[in-house]
C-alpha cells in the first residue's frame, strides 16, 4: 500500500484545511488513520475509519476534526476546523489491517496554524 497525503498549509487561528490520503496498491478491506507530530514532541493518534466508515478518534479532536473516506476514490479525508496554533504538526496518514492502523505510512503532511 502506498499513501500519498497532502492538503497541509499555513492557515490563521480558527480557520479549517482538509487533509487528503490518497492509497494505491492492496487497499482493499484497509483501515487508514491520521496521526501528526509537533515539534519536539512524540508522534500521537488523530483519528482512523475502517473499510466499512467506523470510526475513532482521540478524545482530544472530537467535534473539532472529523474522518471520512471515499472508497471509490481510495482517499480518506481529514478536515479539521477550529484550527488552533497547538495543532501546528506534521500530519501523516497510515493505512493497515490493524485498527487504528500502523503498517504503511505517508510522507506527512505539515499544517501550520498561526496566532
Known amino acids: 500500500v502506498q499513501l500519498q497525503a497532502s492538503g497541509g498549509g499555513l492557515v490563521q487561528a480558527g480557520a479549517s484545511l482538509r487533509l487528503s490520503c490518497a492509497a494505491s496498491?492492496?487497499?482493499?478491506?484497509?483501515?487508514v488513520g491520521w496521526f501528526r507530530q509537533a515539534p519536539g514532541k512524540e508522534r500521537e493518534f488523530v483519528a482512523a475509519i475502517t473499510w466499512s466508515g467506523v470510526t475513532s478518534y482521540a478524545s482530544s479532536f472530537k467535534g473539532r476534526f472529523t474522518i471520512s473516506r471515499d472508497n471509490t476514490k481510495n482517499t480518506v479525508y481529514l478536515q479539521m476546523n477550529s484550527l488552533k496554533h497547538e495543532d501546528t504538526a506534521v500530519y501523516y496518514c497510515?493505512?493497515?489491517?490493524?485498527?487504528?492502523?500502523?503498517?504503511?505510512w505517508g510522507q506527512g503532511t505539515q499544517v501550520t496554524v498561526s496566532s
Open positions: 497510515a493505512a493497515g489491517t490493524r485498527f487504528p492502523p500502523d503498517e504503511y
Open positions: 496498491g492492496r487497499t482493499f478491506l484497509t483501515s
